[in-house]
């Protein structure tokens, strides 16, 4: 069998018919050996029987959500190639020759974009068409240098067992940023089809939650691009710190008139330094575990900055910091000997010993942060 058509079904009686029905038709006049497949979640309207009346096969699918359906679909379809759906008639079933031709010419994935082939008026509410899939979407080409434009479109198509391979796991509707990202990840052939949006036949509310499912996918992206969540985030703000610590050291940066930076600022920016120093550490901690636990995640620069971060490399850096924070420290107890340790101008004083204490704190940081890279990656 060359071609499985799959619907996730959840109480769509109105309209289940009707998408099995094109679907059917497409397969008979283009003569496609295939099957119509319906992956219930658990309908309490009928939609089981309406399909199986039309001539579909019906799988039950126990475990809730839009991603369970759907896995449980796949793992249950017999054809070479899928090509799914919603059963809510806002895809068109019959018009299915853009994903079939580039399937048959070798891409792995191919996702339709509903921005490139139109959205009728009705068929998506505002917030989803330019703020939640644009942004979401933009996010995902970004952090996985994928050619995907509409990382949420619900038709798409797929080589079986090349989706199988991935692992797809997620139960709800992040699912279908699952797929993009595990592909993107595999390096697997993606392909786009302009695909047009149409309102759909339901007479209910959709199933969709705009921001509890968009934080959904946008979650998933990050907690799949650690990088870019912890440790892109944390070099930023603690080469930003250590900047303005080692300005400051020097002295008070004044603009007349408008602001000065003297201790109060200093402190700020060695605070940065030490949070941003415990953030890289965060992703390069997640790498590292991923890399144990064979983890397809994006990585890149990342990557190597984990290899350089060996053990003896890391306690080096970080006792030779530490050393420099306690004769930072030192040289501050002498300092306040020489005026008996009696009263001392703060500012002077704060200048030679906040970066002595920040270079402590981020030494032992990088000490212990180094044992823990060594302990993920013990044999």
């Known amino acids: 069998m060359e071609l499985t058509i799959l619907m996730p079904c959840l109480n769509e009686a109105l309209t289940v018919e009707t998408c099995i029905r094109k679907a059917q038709a497409y397969l008979e006049k283009h003569r496609i050996a295939g099957e119509v497949l319906v992956a219930d979640n658990g309908s309490t309207d009928g939609s089981q029987s309406i399909a199986l ?31 799914m759906a ?24 191919v996702i339709g974009n509903r921005f490139q082939g139109g959205i009728t008026p009705g068929a998506m509410p505002l917030l989803n068409r330019y703020l939640g899939n644009p942004v979401l979407s933009l996010i995902g080409r970004t952090l996985f240098a994928s050619p995907v434009g509409d990382f949420h479109c619900g038709l798409r198509g797929f080589e079986r067992q090349a989706i199988l391979g991935l692992g797809l796991c997620a139960p709800g509707m992040e699912f279908a940023s699952e797929m993009v990202v595990k592909a993107s990840l595999a390096s697997l052939e993606i392909a786009e089809v302009p695909t047009k949006l149409s309102p759909d036949g339901r ?10 499912d968009g934080w959904r996918h946008l979650s998933f992206m990050l907690l799949r691009s650690p990088q870019w969540l912890f440790l892109y985030p944390g070099l930023v703000l603690t080469v930003f710190g250590l900047l303005g610590t080692a300005i400051l050291t020097g002295g008070p940066i004044r603009i007349p008139g408008v602001f000065t930076l003297d201790i109060n600022a200093l ?17 390069l901690f997640a790498l590292a575990l991923a890399r144990r636990m064979e983890l397809r995640i994006a990585q890149g620069f990342a990557e190597k900055l984990l290899r350089l971060a060996s053990l003896e490399i890391t306690i080096a850096i970080g006792i030779f910091l530490a050393l420099t924070g306690l004769g930072g420290a030192l040289y501050a107890i002498i300092q306040w000997g020489h005026s008996s340790f009696g009263a001392l101008i703060p500012s002077d004083m704060m200048r030679i010993t906040i970066p002595a204490v920040t270079a402590l704190a981020i030494g032992t940081q990088i000490v212990f942060g180094g044992f823990l890279l060594g302990f993920i990656e013990i044999e």
């Open 267 to 283: 402190l700020y920016f060695a605070i940065a330094s030490i949070v941003g120093v415990q953030i890289s550490f965060f992703g």
């Open 53 to 83: 009346a039309a001539g579909a096969r019906v799988v039950e699918v126990k475990s809730k959500g839009y991603g369970a359906a759907l896995i449980g679909g796949i793992e249950a379809a017999n054809g070479r190639y899928v090509i």
């Open 203 to 212: 007479q209910r509310a959709p199933h969709l939650r705009p921001w509890r």
């Open 86 to 109: 919603d059963a809510d008639d806002s895809y068109d079933f019959s018009d299915l020759d853009g994903f079939v031709d580039r399937l048959r010419r070798g891409f792995k994935l």
